[in-house]
T-cell receptor, first 110, second 117 residues
């Protein structure tokens, strides 16, 4: 069964605005990863945050992790039309493979 | 960075035929490969975990006789959809990891679109 649940399922913003997506999960994890998927394409790994980390930055991306609430957020600052894609969180627990959430479809309008 | 190549990118086949999809790790040895299926506007659903030299581990509800997985080398895993039916039409994605600490990051192929007519 799926572990992560993204929120919102769909998000539409204007170019230049910030986009925030949330992810909740159910069990303890080793790490949580965010991926991006353009329509009909494979996944691109964006960022990984370990269970002992609280925040991580990569370019315009900022990820937070709250293990007490079993939640994570992905913030994309100064969004661009090229950021339009689906974003998935995925969790790694023990030796189990990545389990993906349902994803957030982000539309950035120029 | 590590690259995973998947082939073919898209394939159309007739109902009842078999289709093979290849997943190759190009610049690292993939001790473990994963096969996912994704229906339109849905998430990735894990089908099976493939370890080099051993039988694949299938997720509940995935027919092992229908979705044959072979991981014969450290750089190649194949998924064969046997006796394909229209309901098997989907986007299939493989991913690979080099195991150990490298397992923290998993690299994905570009996916294969299968249409069964």
């Amino acid at each position: 069964s799926q572990q992560g649940e993204e929120d919102p399922q769909a998000l539409s913003i204007q170019e230049g605005e910030n986009a925030t997506m949330n992810c909740s999960y159910k069990t303890s994890i080793n790490n949580l990863q965010w991926y991006r998927q353009n329509s009909g394409r494979g996944l691109v790994h964006l960022i990984l945050i370990r269970s002992n980390e609280r925040e991580k930055h990569s370019g315009r991306l900022r990820v937070t992790l709250d293990t007490s609430k079993k939640s994570s957020s992905l913030l994309i600052t100064a969004s661009r039309a090229a950021d339009t894609a689906s974003y998935f969180c995925a969790t790694l627990s023990g030796n189990t493979p990545l389990v993906f959430g349902k994803g957030t479809r982000l539309s950035v309008i120029a | 960075g590590a690259v995973v190549s998947q082939h073919p990118s898209w394939v159309i086949c007739k109902s009842g035929t078999s289709v093979k999809i290849e997943c190759r790790s190009l610049d690292f040895q993939a001790t473990t490969m994963f096969w996912y299926r994704q229906f339109p506007k849905q998430s990735l659903m894990l089908m099976a975990t493939s370890n080099e030299g051993s039988k694949a581990t299938y997720e509940q509800g995935v027919e092992k006789d229908k979705f044959l997985i072979n991981h014969a080398s450290l750089t190649l895993s194949t998924l064969t959809v046997t006796s394909a039916h229209p309901e098997d039409s989907s986007f299939y994605i493989c991913s690979a990891t080099d195991g150990g600490d490298g397992r923290n990051t998993i690299y994905f192929g570009e996916g294969s679109w299968l249409t069964v007519v």
